[in-house]
């Protein structure tokens, strides 16, 4: 089996991520009810009890609310650092001690056929990070919630074969909209999300030769629009000679609905 995944849900309402090889079948956050998780597993044919691990980018409601449902009811390992261990200890439950596992930033492990990387991203979390998959040559990587992309993560994420990435906000709906400004400040800070033109020029620095699938994720209900996101961030790719349509493709990603499982080839 090649590596696979699917955006399970992605947005301000709840996030949650699926990716699989033969031997490892990995949620990554689980941001909505138990049984919206369920029904979100269900909508691409997996069957949590297939599950063999959780892993957990930070503590903020939307990644970690149907958390130790799902790993209470399919008795799956957690993995997160420490400090996010801590942050988030008081909202998820009871978690026995055979299932609380520490993944620290910056850091490679082995599961089965996986080898996941994790780095750290600027967000107003305890110390958020995300992750890169590793699969027989090929390479997913998951980016969202940060302020801003540094030099490092672009080095550690770039020329992957598929990419997630934050689209979060159109700046101009954003300073216009009805947010309160301190809101609007710490979305627009550098702890904040990474704004549709920010993420053009992201992946700008970011795409390779290997990459063929890009999803715009976690936008924003009240200060994006799906079509918007696309038409910005493939107006900054093509004005920077990226052919979009031919050989990279731009997908959209939903707060209630699942992708397609993508098998990466």
Same mark, same amino acid.
């Not at 074969?161 to 979060?168: R, W, Y």
């Given at each position: ?6 955006v ?11 990716v ?13 009810? *138990? ?27 939307? #990644?970690?609310? *149907? ?22 200890? *008081? ?11 520490? !993944? ?15 780095f750290?991203?600027? #967000? ?5 990070? !995300? ?6 040559g ?6 969202? &919630?940060l ?21 979060? +906000? ?11 400004? /301190? ?9 904040? +999300?990474?704004?549709? &033109? ?11 030769n ?12 009240? /200060? ?42």
């Amino acid at each position: 089996m090649t590596l696979s995944f699917s955006v399970l849900a992605s947005g301000s309402t709840g996030n949650a991520f699926y990716v699989a090889t033969e031997k490892e079948k990995i949620l990554v956050d689980a941001g909505l009810s *138990g049984k919206e998780m369920e029904r979100l597993l269900g909508e691409v044919d997996i069957d949590p009890n297939s599950l063999t691990k959780l892993l957990v980018t930070h503590e903020h409601s939307d #990644h970690i609310k *149907g958390l130790g449902i799902m790993a209470r009811r399919y008795n799956l390992p957690i993995y997160a650092n420490e400090k996010t261990w801590k942050a988030m200890e *008081g909202h998820i439950g009871k978690i026995g001690l055979d299932q609380k596992f520490i !993944f620290e930033t910056n850091q490679v492990q082995t599961f089965g056929d996986l080898d996941v990387e994790s780095f750290g991203v600027s #967000h107003d979390a305890a110390e958020p990070m !995300f992750f890169t998959f590793h699969h027989n040559g090929k390479k997913v990587a998951l980016v969202t &919630d940060l302020g801003y992309v540094s030099e490092h993560i672009k080095k550690t994420v770039e020329d992957a074969d598929a990419l997630i990435f934050e689209s979060n +906000h159109d700046v101009s709906m954003l300073r216009m909209g009805r947010y309160p400004w /301190n809101v609007k400040r710490r979305i627009l800070g550098d702890s904040g +999300h990474v704004s549709n &033109d920010d993420c053009g020029l992201a992946l700008s620095d970011i795409i390779g030769n290997k990459t063929k699938r890009i999803y715009l994720a976690h936008l924003s209900k009240d /200060n994006n629009m799906k079509d918007l996101a696309r038409m910005s961030v493939s107006n900054i790719l093509t004005e920077r000679g990226f052919q979009i349509g031919k050989g990279i493709d731009l997908c959209d990603t939903d707060p209630t609905m699942p992708t397609s499982l993508y098998e990466v080839v």
